[in-house]
Every structure is written in structure tokens, then in C-alpha cells.
Nanobody
Framework: VQLQASGGGLVQAGGSLRLSCAAS????????MGWFRQAPGKEREFVAAISWNGGTISYPDSVKGRFTISRDNAKNTVYLQMQRLKPEDTAVYCC???????????????WGQGTLVTVSS
């Protein structure tokens, strides 16, 4: 599975962005998909995960209520809708795919290159 994230950019605090992650391969619908982010000088951080059918979703407290993960298996795409963005959301956002649902990056086997999100104050 190859993953390509897009949709990042510069936005003012309080604004919104929607990230997309397009996947190649016919097995996309069987994978758990996740979003992670990494800010300069910081460790990679879990942002969201969604099970193969969307029935299970998880967010950390830092984004809960502001970010929404979704997927369209017919389009081999997972999305991250981000609202009420804060400067501390600034990071490179990467999508990832794996077989087991979880919040740890080690559970994911496939990673995209990432897209930069910059939130100005």
C-alpha cells in the first residue's frame, strides 16, 4: 500500500483545513488508517485512527471535538477534517495504514510522506 497525504497549508488560528490521504492498492478497505503529526523538535504524536469500516474511531484529548477522521473505501481515501485550529496544531501530518487498530505508531505498517500544516496566531 502506498499512501500520499495532501491538503496542508497555511491557515489562521480558528480556521479549518481538510487533509486527504490517497491510497493505492486493492486492500485499502481492510486496513486501519491513522493520522499522526510531528512538530519541529517534538516526537511524533497520534492524531486520529479509524477502523476499516469506520465503526471504531479514536482521538487524543488534544484534538477531540475539533478534528474528524473519515474514510471513503470506494475512493481509497481517508480524510482528516480539522476545525478551530490552534498554533500548536502546526506540524507535518502523515497518514498511516495498518492491520491492528491502535494509537501507537508501531502498529502501522505503511506511511505516507506527510503534508505541512501551519497555523498562524
Amino acid at each position: 500500500v502506498q499512501l500520499q497525504a495532501s491538503g496542508g497549508g497555511l491557515v489562521q488560528a480558528g480556521g479549518s483545513l481538510r487533509l486527504s490521504c490517497a491510497a493505492s492498492g486493492r486492500t485499502f478497505s481492510s486496513y486501519v488508517m491513522g493520522w499522526f503529526r510531528q512538530a519541529p523538535g517534538k516526537e511524533r504524536e497520534f492524531v486520529a485512527a479509524i477502523s476499516w469500516n469506520g465503526g471504531t474511531i479514536s482521538y487524543p484529548d488534544s484534538v477531540k471535538g475539533r478534528f474528524t477522521i473519515s474514510r471513503d473505501n470506494a475512493k481509497n481515501t481517508v480524510y482528516l477534517q480539522m476545525q478551530r485550529l490552534k498554533p500548536e496544531d502546526t506540524a507535518v501530518y502523515c497518514c498511516a495504514g495498518g492491520r491492528v487498530f491502535g494509537t501507537e505508531s508501531g502498529r502501522y505498517d505503511y506511511w505516507g510522506q506527510g503534508t505541512l500544516v501551519t497555523v498562524s496566531s
